[in-house]
């Protein structure tokens, strides 16, 4: 179910900021001063005709700027960027790329998740909550050949929309694996349906959405890596046909050809469904 119970903004930010401080190297992309001049006058401009056409007061200028600081101090940089703003560089990045669409990352990636054969059950608790699904399918390449051995890493929110190490009392890598396909590219996972995800409501960001009038739901999606030696890695989420919030994702990451749409099979206590992936040659 997709109750009110949330994992609050300081445990998720804080991990989130974290882990992301860990896993990219922020310096690189300070080395050329003519793109920085470019991007960052480009940025101030934008905010200096917003600033003149609607007539910005002195108070929504501080307003803006303790909200900034609290954005900071909630570890809620990552969340707000990932929500509001990769989007569109997702949008750029697959421009030039054929083969299975992509989707934005997210906040909640964990690199090195425990490994597991071809045909798999994601890392979950004894009864874990949620109808069991069989997610399965082949990774091929943009030239049609199967990809032996490809990896489909994967990681989900469980059924109250939590995701491990992001909130409190999850085990570590709860709903998280690296499946490696088998010699025809084909993998079969054994996971559960997540539910709907709801952005933490206490922080900054969740101070935002109800300053703004909007909803703090993302719909019920599985994050995806699958990459294979030689070719493209492709990030991506899947949705679910006719589920809450697809039409009106806060992130804006839903795309017509990442939808699911699972049968109930043999005894009708779980559902399957089957996607493949074509990836584009690095
Ligand atoms: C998520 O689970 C997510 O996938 C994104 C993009 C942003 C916030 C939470
Ligand atoms: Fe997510």
Known sequence: DTTTEQAGAAASGAAATERFRSRIASAAAGSDAERVDTLVTALLTATHDIIRRHKVTYEEYNALKAWLIQVGEDGEWPLFLDVWVEHV???????????????????????DAPALPAEATLPMR?????????????????????????????WQADDDGFYSQFAPDLPEWNLRGTVIADGTGHFKIYTIQPAPYQIPTDGACGSLVSAAGWHPWRPAHLHLKVSAPGYQLVTTQLYFTGGAYVD?????????????????????????VTYDFVLDRA
């Open 126 to 154: 004894e009864n874990e909550a949620g109808i069991p699904l069989l997610f399965q399918g082949q990774v091929r390449s943009v030239d049609d050949g199967p990809l032996p051995a490809a990896k489909v890493e994967m």
């Open 248 to 272: 009106d994702d806060i992130a804006s990451a839903v795309k017509p050809e990442l939808m699911l749409d699972p049968t109930p099979t043999g005894d009708g206590e779980h559902h399957e």
């Open 89 to 111: 560089v997702e949008e750029v990045a697959g421009e030039s790329r054929e083969g299975s669409k992509g989707t934005i990352e997210g906040p909640y990636y964990v690199p």
